[in-house]
């Protein structure tokens, strides 16, 4: 899915050598920008709690603490408080960033009175991805999609333990504490911000 493939090219760029010339870094930002994966535009939008595959290494589970947990969402805007969660999507990586399990990628229902109510820019943005369609038509709940999340994540990770990782994570982790308590609380205080490498390498 195209969540995996974030965390290809996420391993490329953090792997890769302390001198990076300046315009070895752009142009591989500028590969990530039109491929846009960081967000996800692209992914299926079709798909249901249960429709994820988890991978198994070895045959079963690897449960270490120093593994990562990788989030990227989608939302109707920047506010945790007066904002609403309209996607969700969810790995676990190694400390090499190799991709153990690839988790749910969840579309949350949310009424017509909260899609209409968007800023204007995720009223644009959303309409174009089709996510605005799919989260009107989605019978997942927000409660169903943090007991998914929690029980992949519980797979692969001990309590408070592992770090959240994602691109402008803290963003994320602020609607997770508010919309998703439980599933924040599993995890490691610490974060692990792309987006702090993308502005150092500028």
Same mark, same amino acid.
């Given at each position: 899915?195209? /969540?995996?493939?974030?965390?290809?090219?996420?391993?490329?760029?953090?792997?890769?050598?302390?001198?990076?010339?300046?315009?070895?870094?752009?142009?591989?930002?500028?590969?990530?920008?039109?491929?846009? *994966?960081? $967000? !996800?535009?692209? *992914? !299926? +939008?079709?798909? &249901?709690?249960?429709?994820?595959?988890?991978?198994?290494?070895? $045959?079963?589970?690897?449960?270490?603490?120093?593994?990562?947990?990788?989030?990227?969402?989608? %939302?109707?805007?920047?506010?945790?408080? =007066?904002?609403?969660?309209?996607?969700?999507?969810?790995?676990?990586?190694?400390?090499?960033?190799?991709?153990?399990?690839?988790?749910?990628?969840?579309?949350?229902?949310?009424?017509?009175?909260?899609?209409?109510?968007?800023? @204007?820019? &995720?009223? =644009?943005?959303?309409? @174009?991805? $089709?996510?605005?369609?799919?989260?009107?038509?989605?019978?997942?709940?927000?409660?169903?999609?943090?007991?998914?999340?929690?029980? /992949?994540?519980?797979?692969?990770?001990?309590?408070?333990?592992?770090?959240?990782? $994602?691109?402008?994570?803290?963003?994320? +982790?602020?609607?997770? =504490?508010?919309? %998703?308590?439980?599933? @924040?609380?599993?995890?490691?205080? +610490?974060?692990?911000?792309?987006?702090?490498?993308?502005?150092?390498? +500028?």
């Amino acid at each position: 899915m195209m /969540f995996s493939r974030v965390f290809r090219h996420l391993k490329t760029l953090l792997l890769l050598e302390i001198n990076l010339k300046p315009h070895e870094c752009n142009t591989f930002l500028a590969i990530l920008a039109k491929d846009n *994966s960081f $967000g !996800l535009t692209n *992914s !299926l +939008r079709n798909m &249901s709690l249960n429709n994820y595959t988890a991978p198994l290494v070895n $045959g079963e589970s690897t449960k270490a603490e120093n593994n990562i947990v990788w989030v990227d969402m989608e %939302m109707t805007g920047l506010d945790p408080d =007066k904002d609403h969660v309209l996607e969700v999507a969810c790995l676990v990586t190694d400390h090499d960033l190799n991709i153990l399990a690839e988790g749910p990628n969840l579309i949350i229902h949310q009424p017509p009175d909260i899609l209409a109510n968007m800023n @204007e820019w &995720s009223l =644009k943005f959303h309409k @174009e991805s $089709g996510l605005t369609d799919s989260s009107r038509n989605s019978n997942i709940t927000l409660k169903e999609a943090e007991v998914a999340l929690l029980d /992949f994540v519980r797979k692969w990770t001990p309590y408070q333990s592992c770090p959240l990782g $994602g691109n402008t994570i803290y963003m994320d +982790r602020l609607f997770l =504490k508010k919309h %998703m308590p439980n599933f @924040e609380q599993h995890m490691h205080y +610490r974060l692990i911000d792309v987006s702090t490498v993308k502005e150092l390498c +500028r």
